[in-house]
């Protein structure tokens, strides 16, 4: 992992943790939806709350057992995003790498931590909830990466307008329509 003494890799750190912050946010939005369609159905961050929060949080109004659960499910997003900052910037700039890392992560997350913690919720859900599960880890993934917004390449301006996801101006005229 590179050395967090300089200031581009404290930077790009620091990015990272921003965009997994906003990614995980998508994801709450992602769940949610996908939760609200099936029967009952609910998301990992909730799983995990309702079944290993302290008693202390079990017995706050449901709102701000809602609001615990997201900033826990948002932070652990940053953190997510940190670490993949801190990957050497080698590996942090090619494409399939964001990709690859949020999937990592759901992976571990159902291969190892939610047997771990012996989630009940993990052996309930179908074909369908864990391919939402797969696609919004990797939407995280390429947030995080800055696949969407990515980072320009000091010194050469057109490399870094030619690696967008949608180059700068057919992004301004979609604004404009």
């Known amino acids: ?26 994801m709450t939005g992602i769940r949610n939806v996908a939760a609200a369609i099936g029967p009952h159905e609910k998301t990992p961050p909730q ?29 652990y997003g940053a953190v997510g995003g940190v670490v993949y900052g801190m990957l050497p910037r080698e590996v942090r700039t090619h494409p399939a790498t964001g990709p690859a890392y ?11 931590f ?16 864990r391919a ?17 917004a990515p980072e320009p390449v000091q010194g050469d301006r057109r ?3 030619r690696r967008r996801l949608i180059p700068r101006a057919r992004f301004n005229r979609l604004l404009r329509a």
Do not use: C, K
């Open 47 to 75: 799983a995990l709350m309702d079944e290993h929060a302290p008693p202390s949080v079990h017995r706050l109004p449901e709102r701000h057992r809602q609001a615990i659960t997201e900033l826990a499910h948002w932070g």
């Open 132 to 148: 939402v599960g797969a696609l919004d880890h990797t939407l995280y993934g390429i947030v995080v990466a800055g696949r969407l």
């Open 114 to 129: 939610a047997p771990a913690l012996r989630l009940r919720h993990v052996h309930e859900h179908g074909f369908l909830w």
């Open 1 to 26: 992992m590179g050395s967090l003494t300089n200031s581009g890799n404290t930077r790009a750190v620091v990015r990272a943790g921003a965009r997994g912050l906003l990614a995980a946010m998508a």
């Open 102 to 112: 949020g999937l990592a992560a759901w992976l571990a997350f159902e291969a190892l």
């Open 159 to 161: 490399r870094s307008q």
